[in-house]
């Protein structure tokens, strides 16, 4: 099995300064782990060190657990329209921006006699989710004239830098401010949330502040490998060793490398790249596909290459690394965010806890 190594301290660095950051910033983090079954010890830290919630993409299998989550998650998807009643009962906020879905989860909440809060995402620019900004009043209007009505109407969301890889900028950011004040001006409704997201935002953050009315910003990449998506750079105040991908040998064999006379594509359905050709030097990885993305690894090794990925195997040429592998080594990893996703929710990958130093890798 290959390991999720996860640096406690270096998470509780990331955890603590993003929480001062924001802070300046007036700025809530919900803290974005999207699995419902991630580790309870992560989330306890992201909680007791400031974090104000956890936000999730999808939903549990079976009940959200008590101990886990003292409140109830925020669900960070649009749901399902088949799927609401576990919406309402696992989170206390989901995400909506369907009118039909909003009316049959304020069913939902009254049937099961539930508290149960919407943020009405806005697409400000992204292509994500969302009601486009010239429809957002009217939206909430019609929330609120729901009747009987229990579900609450908490605010108003919007995603950067996810779809279309739009940055922040002043038209964006304005828009939410604006229409946060539109919607208590001309509905006297209030508009205790204005959230946004993702990691993206701490570009900004680091030159300019954000207009006063946005209190709620949406973190996952940045806290677990201290780096700003959509503008790829390394946070300066972040450490991007919080997690690191474990694997370890299966196989080490000198291959003479030559492409097939006939050849067809591989086991994903890539044309295979014959690139150093001759004897090289051969290691099986104990991961593929179904453990976590493994384009997305960049070896710690010097020397050491990915060079094909299946389902249960990784191939890595070693021939130029200098160490002397044996069969057992084990062999370490950066991830970027795709890769530390599907590692962290595989069942095939196992989560432990690093106490420093470490030295069981080869390094
Ligand atoms: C995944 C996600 C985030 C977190 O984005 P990062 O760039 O990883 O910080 C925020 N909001 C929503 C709705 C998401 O799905």
Known sequence: MSQLILNLDKLRHNIRFLSRHCRKHHLDITGIIKDPCADPKMIRQMMELGFKNIGISRVPDG??????FPKRPIYISLPSIHELPAIVQCFSISFN????????????AISMNCPHSILLMVDTGD???????????????????LTPRAIEFAGIGTNLGCCAGTVPDEYNLGLMARLA???ESELDIEVNTVSVGGSVLLEWMQHKPLPGRINNIRLGESVFLGTIPTINQVHPNLDTRVVTFRSDILEIKDKRITPPQLCGKDALGGRPQFT???????AILNFGICDTYPLGLTP????????SVNSNYTLADITDCRHRFKVGDFVDFTMNYQAFLQSFI??????RYQKEPDNTAVL
């Open 181 to 183: 004040d539109q919607i």
């Open 346 to 351: 595989s069942p095939f990958t196992r989560i």
């Open 127 to 145: 292509l994500r989710e969302g009601v486009m900004p010239d429809q957002v009043v009217e939206t909430v209007r019609k929330i609120h004239q």
């Open 63 to 68: 009940p959200i657990i008590r101990s886990v």
């Open 97 to 108: 921006s369907e009118m039909t879905v909003i009316e049959q989860l304020n069913q939902t």
């Open 300 to 307: 710690l090794i010097p020397g050491m290459e990915i060079v």
């Open 276 to 282: 150093r050709l001759g004897i090289r030097k051969r």
